[in-house]
């Protein structure tokens, strides 16, 4: 052969090889850059938990490349915490709990958060006084002078308690506070340790149900006109009812207030990656429901209620497609 051939064949083959791994790159045989999301929840015998892992796997089948997975955590304080310090990416949290974080107040204020974006409103968390129809309590202000478990001390429970009282012209002063967590909580009133207990969750509540299988409880109303004072200086509370016979025994409608649970990510999360994220869940409603009964509450139209920060750009036009 000779030289001046050779070198032909020579650059031929060159541009067939780049032509080859240029075509790979535009999708030939690519394989999607892999992306790590974490996502924090909360305890495993919570909701938080088992939806953040029907997320994880709706997000790894909708998003080449995407390995998520869902982390057990301490929940809305803890989640925030966290991703102020990298430690998850995305979380889901009370809306309330973003409000003061990302305002500076309640148990964030001396370290307010500037690192977070609102991905999606997902279902009302109901503030719900739970007490014994033994214990002839009809009404929240008729808490002044018993023993009432409010919530773990700092938790986002406590900080609804509070104001809901305060709504009522009550304060700490008037009531003996016992900072429990509500499964403590719940435990005390079963043992007549306190006369009423608070949490803030989804209804129907496991453990309110637990206490209404052995017990006549009584829930205590939020009414409309202290529910307006109330959301006048918390906007993130929405007025809510919940139904007769929620819980075994206690067949009344209960006017009360909620909060929203919510999707928060971190400014790291990109607006395309903002965008597949929302799409891909929003799409996929039927395994969120399955996953948990509060599943068959979060919509899309409902997605941007309460929104308490200003949400990932991508995922915003998502919502107003």
Same mark, same amino acid.
């Given at each position: ?29 690519? &394989? ?16 938080? /938990? ?5 997320? !994880?796997?709706?997000?790894? *089948? ?11 955590? #301490? !929940? ?11 430690? =998850?990416? @995305? ?6 709990? &973003? /409000? ?29 006084? =739970? ?10 202000? +008729? ?7 409010? #919530?773990? !001390?700092?938790? #986002? ?27 403590? +909580?719940? %435990? ?23 206490? %209404? ?24 509370? &929405?007025? &809510?009812?919940?139904? %007769?016979?929620?819980?075994? +025994? ?6 009360? =207030?909620?909060?929203?649970? @919510?999707?928060?990510?971190?400014? *790291? ?26 599943? *068959? ?25």
């Amino acid at each position: 052969m000779r030289f001046g051939s050779f070198k032909k064949l020579l650059a031929t083959g060159l541009v067939a090889a780049l032509a080859a791994v240029t075509f790979a790159g535009c999708g030939g045989n690519q &394989t999607a850059e892999k992306q790590f999301l974490n996502i924090g929840t909360g305890g495993t015998a919570g909701t938080y /938990y088992p939806l953040g892992g029907a997320m !994880a796997e709706i997000l790894n *089948k909708a998003i080449p490349g995407m390995n998520a997975s869902a982390q057990s955590t #301490g !929940a809305s304080v803890a989640n925030i915490n966290m991703l102020k310090a990298g430690d =998850v990416d @995305m979380a889901i949290v009370q809306n309330d709990i &973003t /409000y003061y974080a990302v305002n500076g107040t309640e148990m964030f204020k001396d370290s307010k958060v500037d690192n977070l974006k609102g991905i999606a409103v997902l279902y009302p968390e109901t503030c719900q006084f =739970v007490t014994l129809e033994a214990s002839g309590i009809k009404g929240i202000e +008729g808490l002044r002078g018993k023993r009432v478990a409010v #919530g773990a !001390a700092g938790s #986002g429970a406590e900080a609804n308690a509070r104001q809901i009282l305060e709504a009522y012209g009550v304060t700490y002063d008037d009531i003996d506070e016992q900072y429990l967590s509500f499964s403590e +909580g719940a %435990s005390a009133l079963k043992d007549g340790n306190v006369d009423a207990a608070f949490l803030t969750a989804g209804y129907p509540t496991a453990a309110v149900q637990d206490i %209404s299988s052995q017990n006549q409880i009584r829930l205590l109303p939020v009414a409309s006109d202290k529910a307006d004072v109330l959301i006048a200086k918390y906007p993130f509370y &929405t007025k &809510t009812t919940i139904p %007769s016979g929620t819980y075994a +025994g206690f067949n009344e409608d209960v006017a009360s =207030v909620s909060v929203m649970a @919510m999707l928060v990510a971190t400014d *790291k999360v990109s607006d395309k990656l903002g965008y597949d994220i929302a799409k891909a869940l929003f799409s996929n409603l039927d395994r969120l429901q399955s996953a948990h009964a509060v599943g *068959k509450q979060i919509t899309k139209d409902g997605a941007m209620h309460g929104m308490p920060l200003t949400m990932n750009a991508g995922a915003e036009k998502f919502f107003n497609e």
